[in-house]
């Protein structure tokens, strides 16, 4: 989408423009009224509710769509003059977003933005590139210190597994994978899987799973 701006930042404007776009038009900001004669044009991509609500506010308002997006920058940017805890903090980028499809970037960019201000996302891998995008989004909340759960099916497990192993910062964290059923491999090849790599944390694992099903059978 076009949009346009004043004074926007010589480096990384179009991230810039994005982020302080999203969060203006997720808090409700109306559009300032800008000097077209500053405006500065650009391209960014926005999500498709994000884009539709910037044309349901052009055509209410009868401006062009790039003249609202500069309204809502201005006025965003007014809002964090006078309370600087409303300030938008651009983030520093995802951590291996370079191995995130280009095509995902902007979706895995606002996905993080959303995380960071406490909104839950849902998605899921398909096969479609997104699992790197999962890989990374997970990578980027671990660098920053944070617990990060990925549940996935059984079939989908060793590709986000390998997605991760492929960024630094995710095996310097540290990855634990965690096997929820017993019937999808077998107790003991999984006993000498982890025997032989000395993994002490899956080896106390499976002793727990495996008293706990003696004990079911047991009481059956």
């Known amino acids: 989408m076009r949009i346009s701006c004043i004074e926007p930042p010589e480096k990384e404007r179009t991230r810039w423009a994005r982020e302080v776009l999203i969060d203006a038009v997720e808090q409700g900001f109306t559009p300032a009224t800008v000097s077209s004669d500053k405006l500065v044009s650009f391209s960014v991509t926005l999500q498709a509710h994000q884009a539709k609500i910037l044309e349901e506010q052009a055509f ?9 997006a500069a309204g809502l920058i201005e006025n965003a940017r007014a809002i964090m003059t006078a309370h600087p805890s409303h300030a938008v903090t651009t983030h520093e980028g995802l951590v291996g977003g370079s191995l995130v499809h280009s095509a995902l970037r902007p979706l895995a960019e606002s996905t993080w933005h959303a995380v960071r201000r406490k909104k839950i996302v849902f998605a899921e891998a398909s096969g479609a590139g997104n699992g ?42 540290g990855l634990a994978l965690i096997l ?41």
Do not use: F, H, Y
């Open 180 to 220: 929820a059923r017993t019937n999808v491999v077998s107790p003991l090849l999984i006993r000498q899987w982890a025997t032989d790599r000395n993994n002490q944390e899956l080896l106390n694992w499976i002793d727990v799973v495996s008293a706990s099903c003696s004990a079911s059978s047991g009481n059956n």
């Open 60 to 68: 209410t308002l009868k401006r062009p769509i790039a003249e609202i």
């Open 132 to 173: 790197m995008m999962l890989a990374s989004l997970a990578a980027t909340a671990v660098a920053k210190g944070q617990k990060v759960v990925v549940r996935a099916p059984l079939s989908v497990t060793w590709q986000l597994i390998e997605n991760l192993a492929a960024i630094p910062e995710a095996l310097s964290s």
